[in-house]
């Protein structure tokens, strides 16, 4: 419009006098649709997560992957970067890798303001511990029934440093029914914000290899964290475009 009202106060201040006929001609020909197409808006587009950014294999890596498939390499791998989290209940005083010990600081820090409490049952477990921890539930409920909860040596998230499982104190001390309390449904909702993974999906023993865990969260960083909640994902195993490991090699 202010095209065409520009065009019209030229052409009254003519000496030649214009008619309405004319007029409207002279608006038609300054309409911008009349002159050139108008180009539809481009629309951004948001870039693909990229995700060969890091190592799944070295087991320094963020995105280390370890599965029934996948042992550690070495299989007694132990971190270097090991921190205790502050400020968080920790039940046996186990540490994180620095970043994973970090995000769980300000993650616990968040809930807690929000009226929501949970505290860390286990964290980082070395090659040892691991040992003895299998040995005793494979001979309390034989190796079969073992394995599906509890990981064989150097093959352990807890290993990595980067798996934290966590507790709210009450009934449902690593046991399903976590999920529907306010500390397991809290967490499920805001982990991703903090680069936490729930690691071992209800129904997805067959990729995974391990029974439902909804205390189990895994550190793989915010970035990734999201963009596997945003895909609808839910395996790291999916995420990284890895074979299923519902058993051992």
Request: charged fraction near 15%; proline fraction near 8%.
């Amino acid at each position: 419009m202010a095209i065409v009202g520009t065009i019209l106060f030229s052409l009254a201040g003519c000496a030649t006098p214009t008619t309405p006929a004319s007029t409207s001609s002279v608006a038609e020909s300054a309409s911008p649709s009349a002159t050139a197409p108008v180009s539809a808006p481009v629309t951004p587009t948001t870039p693909t997560f990229d995700r060969t950014l890091l190592s799944l294999d070295d087991p320094n890596s963020l995105w280390v992957i370890s599965n029934k498939r996948r042992p550690l390499n070495p299989v007694d791998f132990a971190p270097s970067d090991l921190s205790i989290p502050v400020g968080v209940p920790n039940e046996f005083t186990q540490p994180l890798r620095e970043a994973a010990a970090r995000a769980v600081e300000a993650m616990y820090t968040d809930a807690v303001a929000q009226g929501v409490n949970f505290g860390i049952i286990s964290a980082y477990r070395d090659y040892g511990t691991q040992v003895s921890l299998y040995n005793r539930y494979v001979a309390r409920d034989g190796q079969e029934a073992a394995d599906t909860y509890s990981a064989r040596p150097g093959h352990s998230e807890h290993q990595t440093g980067l798996a934290v499982d966590f507790d709210d104190g009450g009934a449902c001390y690593l046991n399903a029914c976590f999920e529907s309390t306010v500390a397991g449904q809290w967490l499920a909702a805001n982990a991703a914000n903090y680069g936490f993974v729930l690691r071992y999906p209800n129904g997805q023993d067959t990729i995974t290899g391990f029974t439902y865990e909804p205390w189990h969260f895994r550190y793989v960083g915010v970035g990734a964290a999201q963009a596997m909640r945003d895909a609808g994902t839910l395996t790291l195993e999916q995420f990284f475009g890895l074979h299923p490991a519902p058993g051992y090699l």
